[in-house]
């Protein structure tokens, strides 16, 4: 019965900033208003909605306000590269073995002169 993740959604304290980056991403905006933000992840199947809101600063854990989008593996060796060329920073964090071998997590790092360690 259920195929996969519709919709995920997370809080923002900057709406337009936060547009700017998923834009970065090559997301494509399916529908904005002046509080809230969708992008297809993969149109017609799955989105990430983005809530302007206040209540954003509580303390980090990965139960909360994560996201993690699929590459091609193949795209792992690039992925540095890539998102260096639209002024973002990756973060080391750690590793995942699953079925297909060894993944790498990336984790972009949203607060690039705040925090995380450049790889």
């Known amino acids: ?10 809080p923002v304290s900057n709406l337009v900033n936060s547009i700017k980056f998923y834009k970065k991403l090559d997301l494509e905006m399916a529908y904005q208003n002046d509080k809230v933000a969708f992008f297809w992840l993969e149109k ?11 209540q954003v600063e509580i303390p980090y854990h ?6 993690a989008l699929q590459i091609d593996i193949d795209d792992m060796t690039s992925a ?3 998102l260096n060329r639209k002024g973002m920073a990756m973060v ?3 590793l995942v073995y699953g079925i297909w071998g060894k993944i790498y997590k990336i984790i972009v790092d949203l607060n690039r002169n705040k925090k995380g360690v450049n790889i």
Do not use: C, Q
């Not at 990965?62 to 996201?67: A, G, K, L, Y």
């Open 92 to 94: 080391k964090w750690f």
């Open 44 to 54: 017609g199947k799955s989105w990430l909605g983005l809530w302007e809101t206040n």
């Open 1 to 10: 019965m259920i195929k996969g993740l519709y919709e995920a959604h997370l």
């Open 62 to 67: 990965p139960s909360i306000r994560h996201v």
């Open 80 to 82: 540095k590269d890539w």
